[in-house]
């Protein structure tokens, strides 16, 4: 399965960006989805996560009312809406996805990932 993740791009504190994860060679269906960030310098960092149905979410606090996280399984594809961007949110984001159901915050619990896409912030 590849995941390819866009949407990424420059923009300044209080913008907005939308991320799109699009999966080919599996059915995203039967799979939960997830985002990850990673700054550098920083480990990767939980971001969002939502159910094979779209029903269970997951976000970080830092991220809680601002990012939005959903799915179009009839697209194989995942987003994510970023409002009230701040400085800290600079980090290249990553789609994944995992067959499993438990700890969905956790990158050990997913089984393929996308390149990830670059999210900077100016103040």
């Known amino acids: 399965v590849q995941l390819q993740a866009s949407g990424g791009g420059s923009v300044e504190a209080g913008g907005s960006l939308r991320l799109s994860c699009t999966a080919s060679?599996?059915?995203?269906?039967?799979?939960?989805m997830g985002w990850f960030r990673q700054a550098p310098g920083k480990e990767r960092e939980f971001v969002a996560a939502?159910?094979?149905?779209?029903?269970?979410?997951y976000y970080a606090d830092s991220v809680k009312g601002r990012f939005t996280i959903s799915r179009d399984n009839a697209k194989n594809t995942a987003y994510l809406q970023m409002n009230s961007l701040k400085p800290e949110d600079t980090a290249i984001y990553y789609c994944?996805?995992?067959?499993?159901?438990?700890?969905?915050?956790?990158?050990?619990?997913?089984?393929?990932w996308g390149q990830g896409t670059q999210v900077t912030v100016s103040s």
């Open positions: 994944a996805i995992r067959s499993g159901v438990a700890s969905p915050r956790s990158t050990t619990e997913y089984d393929f």
């Open positions: 060679g599996r059915t995203v269906s039967n799979y939960g």
């Open positions: 939502i159910s094979r149905s779209g029903i269970s979410i």
